[in-house]
């Protein structure tokens, strides 16, 4: 069959020919796609992770850094487990050792936390032995304190000051800690009135909220929040017993927590189960509305919802 004779055959079966066309450029199209697939790399799933900090990036951007806005990072995952296995641990002194090595995780701060957790311990001389209040919330109190107290068996013998452990800490389990303070300044060496902000900020910026709570405290005297009582020592107390109220609400333990319970079980006082309640009974009326500019102005530094445990702060 010559050139003619095919145009000739084409002309006479329009309707064939074009699907036949159609056949064939979707067969080529087929294997075009599938050689494209084959060489394609799987797209990778969007992590939580990575999901919250593109969250937190957007919050971020009219304002300061708070610890709810940094909740997720990568930062404040891997403090997280090490936060988890800080209170679940039976035995401080054996948690210390092992955490000292993990610093990528935070494991040197929360060495050092264990360690002040059980010497706050010393100052409190044993069950009183009269109680007001809740029955069973002065049973649930000392129950707390006494196990904290078995946790902390051979702490303090082991390192008789922190001092002694952040030397171990720094100098034996090399790797700085994205949680401590430079110099462990609040922890072991004092803390000043140019390094209160930054440090209070660097805690923020790490997402840790305990890494926040401990800089807070550590700081109170220095932060200029709220109105003056017009007495250095006076403005001293307050900002501590506000920073107090704070710390814990940043890290849920105002209600039920140790600091209430060692108030319950060593004054007897166990009318109140949440620390914030405690801390007010303190204040006295002439400097209420002092204290609580002074509170409100905590609150604001620390990005918080006055009154608000940390659940409930949520960008």
Partial sequence: MNARDVLMWIRGHKASTAGLVLVVAGCIALVGLSRRVHHL???????????????????????????????GTEQDARSAKMRAEFEGATRYVDFIQQAMSRPQEGGKFYAMLAWKRCNDL???????????????????????????????AGVLETWP??????????????????????????????????????????????????????????NAD????????????????LHEWSAEIVACELVSTCRGGLEVALHCAGTGDCVHDDYRDVILAKVPDTHRTIFDTMLAGMHQRMGLVPGADAADNKP
């Fill in 122 to 152: 010393t100052r409190y001389a044993g069950v009183a032995p009269e109680h007001t209040g809740d029955d069973g919330f002065h049973e649930a109190s000392v129950a707390l304190v006494e196990d904290i107290e078995k946790r902390c």
């Fill in 161 to 218: 000051g922190i001092d002694a452990l952040y030397k171990v800490a720094m100098e034996q389990r090399g790797g700085r800690d994205f949680l401590l303070p430079a110099n462990g300044r609040g922890i072991v060496v004092p803390t000043g009135r140019q390094t209160a902000e930054p440090d209070i900020d660097a805690a923020l910026k790490t997402g840790d909220r305990w890494a926040a709570a401990e800089a807070l405290q550590n």
């Fill in 41 to 71: 790399k799987p797209r990778a799933a969007t992590t939580g992770v990575a999901a919250s900090a593109s969250g937190a990036a957007s919050a971020r951007s009219g304002g300061r850094l708070t610890p709810s806005e940094q909740a």
């Fill in 222 to 237: 220095f932060l200029d929040v709220g109105n003056s009582a017009g007495d250095d020592g006076v403005d001293r107390q």
